[in-house]
T-cell receptor
């Protein structure tokens, strides 16, 4: 069966510090991968998606970036965090089938920028 | 791009009553409409989904209806129980470029 991992689970970082969040998927090949952010009490905002290694699409302009160095690894980064980057970051995957886009979410990383 | 509107933002119902959450979408190309339940501090979990070739789908106390002409879909929960309390998100999509989520509905089940 497929599983999705994220780490760290929680993170407290000062403003201006760098960020690296990691997501890995097991039990599937060539998944579509996604990064979402959820601000406190708010909905899910799609940040990035990837359909393959090295292929990243950005949905919103921001100081975050994403990379996919391996088929089942997705990384979210920032060179300098802002207060507004605080939130719950969720990675998700879906099978690479255009007519079946069910997404499965990882456990999430709760980021607090102080 | 796709735009999904979800109502209400908060819904309080008596235990045992029914709850209905409604969503509209804008992109007629969307063909996949999932509903997720998110308990406090946890990841969203898929509870039911519907595809555009189906008008209604039911799974025990949960049902979803889809009106493609009007571009709206709804979640129905019958005989609500305390464990149904959570935030519910609708979403619309269909390709590889991700789902567009509604802003969520906080469902409160009053004992």
């Amino acid at each position: 069966s497929q599983t999705i991992h994220q780490w760290p689970a929680t993170l407290v970082q000062p403003v201006g510090s760098p960020l690296s969040l990691e997501c890995t998927v097991e039990g599937t090949s060539n998944p579509n991968l996604y990064w979402y952010r959820q601000a406190a009490g708010r909905g899910l905002q799609l940040l990035f998606y990837s359909v393959g290694i090295g292929q990243i699409s950005s949905e919103v302009p921001q100081n975050l970036s994403a990379s996919r160095p391996q088929d089942r690894q997705f990384i979210l980064s920032s060179k300098k965090l802002l207060l507004s980057d605080s939130g719950f970051y969720l990675c998700a995957w879906s099978a690479l089938r255009m007519t079946d886009n069910e997404q499965f979410f990882g456990p999430g990383t709760r980021l607090t920028v102080l | 791009g796709e735009n999904v509107e979800q109502h209400p933002s908060t819904l309080s119902v008596q235990e045992g009553d029914s709850a209905v959450i409604k969503c509209t979408y804008s992109d007629s190309a969307s063909n996949y409409f999932p509903w997720y339940k998110q308990e406090l501090g946890k990841r969203p979990q898929l509870i039911i989904d519907i595809r555009s070739n189906v008008g209604e789908k039911k799974d025990q106390r949960i049902a979803v209806t889809l009106n493609k002409t009007a571009k709206h879909f709804s979640l129905h929960i019958t005989e609500t129980q305390p464990e149904d309390s959570a935030v519910y998100f609708c979403a619309a999509g269909g390709g590889a470029d991700g789902l567009t989520f509604g802003k969520g509905t906080h469902l409160i089940i009053q004992p």
